[in-house]
Structures are given as structure tokens and as C-alpha cells.
């Protein structure tokens, strides 16, 4: 028979008119709060230790599989970490390379800026001879032209007389 909260009442104020307040809270407090039905025995305990100890090592079985699993993505990033580090590796040793062309290319252009540097001032020096000669070659170029054709009348005279 299942002992009713108002039950464990009338009991505890027979215990104080029998024994006192004292004795009457010591003896409540002896008493499970409950039926005697729900309070578990060695054996319950034993079973559910059982229970409780086949479920941990369900659950660490299960975490030892995932170990194994975790273990082999470690390594799948390890090699990939590897197969990363060996392509920078590449493209840092090609970048080297663009940077020595890159600076032999401005070597390059660095002297033929100054040869056209120099050619500039050939081409100044030139221009100005040029200028010097302008009016000695105009002359020279009109008694050259009045040669010719002096020359050439006189052929035509000469060609015409015989």
C-alpha cells in the first residue's frame, strides 16, 4: 500500500505527541519521501551499472571510430598541406624568375633610353649643322642646278650643229 502524503503527516504528529518535535523530525527524516516501491535496491543498482557501462562503451566505440576517422583526415590534410606548400614553393620560384626577366628587361630599356638619349642629340647637333649649312647648300644646289642645265643647252646647240 502506496503511503499518502497526508498518511506521513498523521504519522510524524503521532511521533511528536508520543516522542516530541525532536525524536518526531530524526524518525521523519529516517523515512525514504517516498513509497518503498520507488526506492532502488542493490540489485536495481548493480543492473543499471551494468546498463550504464554497456552504454559507455557503445559511446566509446563509437568515439574510437571517429578518432580513426578524424586520424584519417589528418592525414588527408597533411598531404594536401604538403601538396600546397610544394606549389608555392613553385610559384614563388617562378615569380623569382618574372622578377629577374622583369629586371633585365629594364637594364634593357634603361640603355636603349640612353641611346636615344645620344641619338637626340646627334639629331640636335644635326639639325643645327643643318641650319648652318642651309643657306651654303641652297647656293651650291642652285649652281649645281645651273650647271646641269647650262650643260645640258649646250649639248642641245652642239647636237643641233652636227
Do not use: C, N
Amino acid at each position: 500500500m502506496a503511503v499518502s502524503e497526508r498518511r506521513r503527516h498523521a504519522l510524524h504528529e503521532a511521533f511528536v505527541e508520543t516522542f516530541g518535535a525532536d525524536v518526531a523530525e530524526t524518525a521523519m527524516d529516517l523515512l525514504p519521501p517516498v513509497g518503498w516501491t520507488d526506492v532502488a535496491t542493490r540489485q536495481d543498482l548493480d543492473h543499471l551499472a551494468v546498463r550504464t557501462d554497456l552504454r559507455f562503451d557503445a559511446v566509446d566505440t563509437r568515439l574510437d571510430g571517429l578518432d580513426h576517422r578524424l586520424d584519417g583526415l589528418d592525414r588527408r590534410f597533411d598531404r594536401m598541406d604538403a601538396r600546397l606548400e610544394e606549389r608555392f614553393e613553385q610559384v614563388d620560384a617562378r615569380f623569382e624568375q618574372v622578377d629577374a626577366r622583369f629586371e633585365r628587361l629594364e637594364t634593357q630599356l634603361d640603355r636603349m633610353d640612353g641611346r636615344f638619349d645620344r641619338m637626340d642629340a646627334r639629331f640636335d647637333e644635326f639639325g643645327a649643322r643643318f641650319d648652318e649649312l642651309g643657306g651654303d647648300l641652297r647656293r651650291f644646289v642652285f649652281q649645281v642646278v645651273g650647271l646641269v642645265t647650262g650643260a645640258m643647252a649646250t649639248t642641245a646647240v652642239v647636237l643641233r650643229l652636227l
